[in-house]
């Protein structure tokens, strides 16, 4: 081949260069210039050594220098020169989707076209209803129009009725000169903070009442374990009936004394006093061993019922029972009773015991 065949195949091989990289740098710019945002970031693109190297260039087509090229532009009719873009072999060019950068694509939502969504509601938001006077609102506000049935408060353990019958002592009495049959209890019905109470004792000899004490009372609870008491007390049996206003207490004092004292004011303004104690010493579960011990005062003496001022009398028991179960448990035991006072006078003067012991079988029970 000689010189002038060698040069001009060396002139084409250079056109065809020239030719393909203002191809592709024209198609280059132009994607930059409809949207800058998009461009393609082409660094990464491994190139041959004859390429020109446009990483890190935001450049628009007439920027590109061709300067390296070795060939003079005249030299370069492109006129005649057409490229389907579909022709341009792109399998050199490894692109990572994740690489693109669109934190500067912008949408305008308006632009998008809704109408076939038909199927979709837009959500409105629902505004609350205003409270009431009292600052509450209505429960029914969100119902749309259906109403519900009135919710029940809960009720706590206090706020219930309930009630119980306790039977204290039903027990046979043995002197060395009489028997008879005694009896003691109370039952109340209400609830834990107010409750109504009745109270019996007395006692029946030869199939008749000999006497009676009957107390109906308001209990109302004023502290831990301990109750007040207001109501009314009446005395029956073979002696004239009496009748007085009660005023009282009844609870648990300190180390577990069981404590009931009541005040009484009569018709006449006559004034009467009883207390009672005991205290449940427990030897085991179910063997208990209770003392107790009880006195009755008066203002005043009483000719008829022939009890006297100040301490009528007084007694000293001690019971020991055995619970077969928490509601039910017999039990035997001794009680000495004396009188006192201007009562001591009235049962000598009508030649009745002043003082006396007797034996007792019973049983105590409450449910």
């Known amino acids: ?51 020109v190297d446009h990483s890190g260039r935001d ?24 490229m389907d873009s579909e022709q341009m072999d792109h399998s050199g060019h490894s692109m990572d989707a994740g690489e693109m950068d669109h934190s500067d694509h912008t949408m305008d939502t308006g632009a998008m076209d809704h109408s076939e969504h038909a199927g979709h509601a837009t959500a ?43 039977i204290h002592r039903l027990e046979a009495v043995k002197t060395d ?29 030869d199939g008749k009442l000999h006497e009676l004490r009957s107390e109906l009372l308001w209990s109302h609870a004023i502290a831990p374990f301990w109750d007040s008491q207001l109501g009314v007390r009446y005395d029956s049996g073979e002696d004239p009936d009496r009748t007085w206003a009660a005023i009282g207490i009844q609870g648990l004092a300190p180390y577990w004394f069981h404590v ?18 005991e205290y449940d010493m427990l030897f085991t579960q179910k063997l208990v061993l209770q003392p107790k011990i009880e006195a009755n005062l008066y203002g005043q003496n009483d000719d ?36 006192y006072g201007n009562t001591e006078d009235f049962a000598r003067e009508g030649n009745k015991p002043t003082e006396e012991t007797s034996w007792v079988a019973g049983v105590h029970m409450w449910f």
């Open 304 to 339: 008829i019922r022939e009890t006297g001022s100040g301490l009528s009398d007084l007694s000293v028991g001690v019971r020991l029972r055995y619970e077969l179960t928490r509601q039910f448990a017999p039990y035997i035991g001794v009680e000495w009773a004396g009188l």
């Open 260 to 277: 009931d004292a009541t005040f009484y004011l009569g018709e006449h303004g006559d004034t009467a006093g009883r207390i009672a104690a």
């Open 59 to 82: 450049m628009d087509a007439g920027e590109v220098d061709h300067s390296g090229h070795d060939m003079e532009s005249g030299e370069a009719d492109h006129s005649t020169h057409t």
């Open 124 to 166: 409105t938001a629902q505004s609350a209803p205003a409270a009431g006077d009292d600052g509450l609102r209505d429960p029914h506000a969100y119902a749309e129009g259906e109403d519900f049935g009135p919710l029940g408060q809960m009720h706590l353990a206090d706020q219930h009725n309930f009630g119980a019958v306790l």
């Open 177 to 205: 000169d009489n028997s008879w049959l005694a009896f003691e209890g109370q039952g109340w019905y209400g609830r834990t903070y107010d409750r109504a109470n009745l109270k019996l004792e007395g006692e029946v000899d």
């Open 1 to 51: 081949m000689n010189d002038e065949t060698r040069h001009y195949a060396s002139g084409a091989t250079r056109v065809k260069m020239a030719i393909v990289s203002a191809v592709f740098v024209a198609c280059a710019s132009i994607a930059w210039a409809e949207d800058p945002a998009e461009s393609t970031d082409h660094s990464e693109h491994v190139k041959e050594s004859g390429e």
